[in-house]
């Protein structure tokens, strides 16, 4: 049990070529591209992001993180947390939408016919959800025991997706709503190891978000 309230920040990393291109990618280790990077670099220069001193810092580890922390806050020290690498797509990584919908499995999947998800090749949705609920309360047990109460996690789409959804099952019937723009995230309060209010970090998508 996680005993100190906690300040979690939950921050998407910089638009990517498959960001760009529509592509359906997350084990596939692309770098944030050039204006991907100025961008976060603006984002910064606005204040938009916490101030990472006394914070316990995270990257899933994968190089578009680390390039987007480093345009947040240039060269800190940090820890990787594995576990809350992108879901693997399997065979439908660095896919466009028409290519995956050539695919029985993959248009069922697009047309939201699927209950449950299982990427051949990849992550199913229960292995994503176990391990990425796993991921975040080790980041947030490190913290602790280091005496920290402001964590600082730069991660993915699918990533916080899944984490928001969780915490806060209540808000949207639609998971996805929760996918904050890159560079953008989520602020959230957790209480005793369970997460009770959030606010947005930066514009997470084009809609009125109750705060």
């Given at each position: 049990?996680?005993?100190?309230?906690?300040?979690?920040?939950?921050?998407?990393?910089?638009?990517?070529?498959?960001?760009?291109?529509?592509?359906?990618?997350?084990?596939?280790?692309?770098?944030?591209?050039?204006?991907?990077?100025?961008?976060?670099e603006s984002f910064a220069a606005d204040g938009v992001y916490p101030d990472?001193?006394?914070?316990?810092?995270?990257?899933?580890?994968?190089?578009?993180?680390?390039?987007?922390?480093?345009?947040?806050?240039?060269?800190?020290?940090?820890?990787?947390?594995?576990?809350?690498?992108?879901?693997?797509?399997?065979?439908?990584?660095?896919?466009?939408?028409?290519?995956?919908?050539?695919?029985?499995?993959?248009?069922?999947?697009?047309?939201?016919?699927?209950?449950?998800?299982?990427?051949?090749?990849?992550?199913?949705?229960?292995?994503?959800?176990?391990?990425?609920?796993?991921?975040?309360?080790?980041?947030?047990?490190?913290?602790?025991?280091?005496?920290?109460?402001?964590?600082?996690?730069?991660?993915?789409?699918?990533?916080?997706?899944?984490?928001?959804?969780?915490?806060?099952?209540?808000?949207?019937?639609?998971?996805?709503?929760?996918t904050p723009n890159p560079g953008t995230g989520y602020k959230v309060t957790?209480?005793?190891?369970?997460?009770?209010?959030?606010?947005?970090?930066?514009?997470?998508?084009?809609?009125?978000v109750p705060l």
């Open positions: 049990m996680i005993a100190m309230e906690q300040i979690l920040y939950l921050i998407r990393h910089g638009h990517t070529s498959g960001t760009r291109s529509d592509l359906f990618y997350g084990a596939t280790d692309l770098p944030i591209t050039e204006d991907g990077y100025m961008e976060v990472p001193e006394g914070a316990s810092v995270w990257t899933s580890g994968m190089l578009r993180t680390e390039q987007t922390l480093n345009a947040m806050y240039g060269d800190i020290e940090h820890s990787h947390e594995p576990l809350l690498k992108e879901i693997n797509l399997g065979k439908f990584e660095m896919k466009t939408y028409s290519e995956i919908m050539e695919d029985d499995y993959g248009r069922a999947w697009l047309s939201g016919e699927l209950e449950t998800l299982s990427f051949e090749g990849g992550d199913s949705h229960e292995s994503f959800n176990r391990r990425v609920t796993e991921g975040v309360w080790n980041i947030l047990r490190e913290a602790e025991k280091a005496g920290k109460d402001k964590v600082i996690a730069v991660l993915h789409g699918a990533v916080i997706t899944y984490l928001m959804y969780n915490a806060f099952p209540e808000q949207y019937t639609d998971m996805w709503m929760w957790v209480r005793e190891g369970r997460p009770v209010s959030w606010t947005t970090v930066g514009e997470t998508g084009e809609r009125v």
